[in-house]
């Protein structure tokens, strides 16, 4: 199993980006994708969820970032628009066996982790 998320770099407030995982080793239509973001100094904390049942999102982001997934390239997306200064982080995706959010982001009910994509977001 492996993730790659792809995407990141530095725009100015207001500005977007769009995140992108890279799935090998399984099928997304089988698993949950979580977003997650870890910004310096302060926990990982969950950004957005999908499987092919739910999707989910922190409420820090709702309204701004749209997650969705292709599985003919089984890749997930984080669309991130109007960013905030907030929004700088290192963003992982990652895998959960189980297919359903249920907007669950604890750290331990994800198996699998990426490399983690740096997101910076300034002026």
């Known amino acids: 199993v492996q993730l790659v998320e792809s995407g990141g770099g530095l725009v100015q407030p207001g500005g977007s980006l769009r995140l992108s995982c890279a799935a090998s080793?399984?099928?997304?239509?089988?698993?949950?994708i979580g977003w997650f973001r870890q910004a310096p100094g302060k926990e990982r904390e969950g950004v957005s969820c999908?499987?092919?049942?739910?999707?989910s999102y922190a409420d820090s982001t709702k309204g701004r970032f749209t997650i969705s997934r292709d599985n003919t390239k089984n890749t997930v997306y984080l669309q991130m628009n109007s960013l905030e200064p907030e929004d700088t982080a290192v963003y992982y995706c990652?895998?959960?066996?189980?297919?359903?959010?249920?907007?669950?982001?604890?750290?331990?009910?994800?198996?699998?982790w990426g490399q983690g994509t740096q997101v910076t977001v300034s002026s």
């Open positions: 080793g399984f099928t997304l239509d089988r698993s949950a």
């Open positions: 999908i499987s092919s049942r739910d999707a």
């Open positions: 990652a895998v959960r066996a189980i297919d359903l959010c249920g907007g669950n982001y604890g750290l331990n009910k994800y198996d699998y």
